[in-house]
T-cell receptor, first 115, second 112 residues
Framework: GAGVSQTPSNKVTEKGKYVELRCDPISGHTALYWYRQSLGQGPEFLIYFQGTGAADDSGLPNDRFFAVRPEGSVSTLKIQRTERGDSAVYLC?????????????FGPGTRLTVL | KQEVTQIPAALSVPEGENLVLNCSFTDSAIYNLQWFRQDPGKGLTSLLLIQSSQREQTSGRLNASLDKSSGRSTLYIAASQPGDSATYLCASHSGSARQLTFGSGTQLTVLP
């Protein structure tokens, strides 16, 4: 595809349930990022992958959050025992250069609502 | 830790006006600064990227400048149009961090 894609676009779940959010980066991009955006705020960093490995997961709020990128392309963000405070838009971005400092391109996001 | 601030939080201007959006950051050791546009309910669209060695970048009616010594960046929009209405976010890389640190954005409304 031409850009970063994310599925689903919307996810409604009940408190305590498990959810998976998927990100397909731009083909050939080595770096992949997950961010979370609350209403009226800028995105906040969650985790960064360089290839298959998580190079920096310092933004994950707690151990209920986990992300994988097994083949260095598609990534899945997994949230266990969801809480109402997890409700937000989850954004994925990718970039080309291995340093990760180059321009980041964002997907449309997944809006997660925890009831 | 890098902190990015955008003031004002909201701005309303009549169509045709030239305008400037401000972004300030606390850590002057940035690697680059990126400006984004976000339409309601949508993801982020990259507008301009300024590398730390550059002073400005231009794309069409947009011009972004970077002054590392003062910790400031500005986004200049010429001849604003109603279609420019959106939230504009700035973000920087700094230190050893690969991730972007974002401001809270400026919500721009251009009135016809």
């Amino acid at each position: 595809g031409a850009g970063v894609s994310q599925t689903p676009s919307n996810k409604v779940t009940e408190k305590g349930k498990y959810v998976e959010l998927r990100c397909d980066p731009i083909s050939g991009h080595t770096a992949l990022y997950w961010y979370r955006q609350s209403l009226g705020q800028g995105p906040e960093f969650l985790i960064y992958f360089q290839g298959t490995g998580a190079a920096d997961d310092s933004g994950l709020p707690n151990d209920r959050f986990f992300a994988v990128r097994p083949e260095g392309s598609v990534s899945t963000l997994k949230i266990q025992r969801t809480e109402r405070g997890d409700s937000a838009v989850y954004l994925c971005a990718s970039s080309y250069y291995p340093t990760g400092y180059n321009e980041q391109f964002f997907g449309p996001g997944t809006r997660l609502t925890v009831l | 830790k890098q902190e990015v601030t955008q003031i004002p939080a909201a701005l309303s201007v009549p169509e045709g006006e030239n305008l400037v959006l401000n972004c300030s950051f606390t850590d002057s050791a940035i690697y680059n600064l990126q400006w984004f546009r976000q339409d309601p309910g949508k993801g982020l669209t990259s507008l301009l990227l300024i590398q730390s060695s550059q002073r400005e970048q231009t794309s069409g009616r947009l011009n972004a400048s970077l002054d590392k010594s003062s910790g400031r960046s500005t986004l200049y929009i010429a001849a604003s149009q109603p279609g420019d209405s959106a939230t504009y976010l700035c973000a920087s890389h700094s230190g050893s961090a690969r991730q972007l640190t974002f401001g809270s954005g400026t919500q721009l409304t251009v009135l016809p």
